[in-house]
């Protein structure tokens, strides 16, 4: 597996539900989602991602403005741990995207900002992205299931893992969620 199975395979049975659910635009989709996206959460060790840590890191690079900034340098991924990768990537990526815009925000503003970008990647690299490519056909193309991949993650129930995720790092990682 790409992920060498970071995300072992008993949430395969989720996700696959959770898919099944966004491949038939089912009401239940983003529950469907959500619960699979909790349990894939939960394999993460409490406190391994730092937020904070990180949001400050972006905020650092936001404010200096230097435009040709490394920011593989200046935002490292950490070898053999998936989700720090993922979330090395999400930074980097909103500092691609937004660079200015995070200078005048503030720490815990960035962390959340990170958390459900984070959250929207975990989604779809443990998941939504392993198998839905392979349900592709007639009924449903690509297009159909990049829409109902954004719909869904946009929905209440995705996103209200979010402040559960930054709780559960922030606090193991001694920073707390003010």
Known sequence: MPDQDLFPRQMDKLWEQANKAV??????????VAEALAFTLESIPPGSLDFAEVAAEIQRIARAGVPDEDLC??????????????LALVARMLLATMGGDLAGAAVNEISALLAEHFVRALARRAGLERSLPFKLGPEFSALDAMHGMARVL?????????????????????EGTA
């Open 23 to 32: 491949i038939g635009a089912q009401e239940a989709a983003p529950e469907a």
């Open 73 to 86: 340098t200046a935002i490292p991924a950490p070898p053999g741990d998936e989700a720090g990768r993922l």
């Open 154 to 174: 946009s929905e209440p129930a995705v996103r209200a893992t979010v402040p559960d995720l930054l709780a559960r790092h922030l606090a193991d990682a001694g």
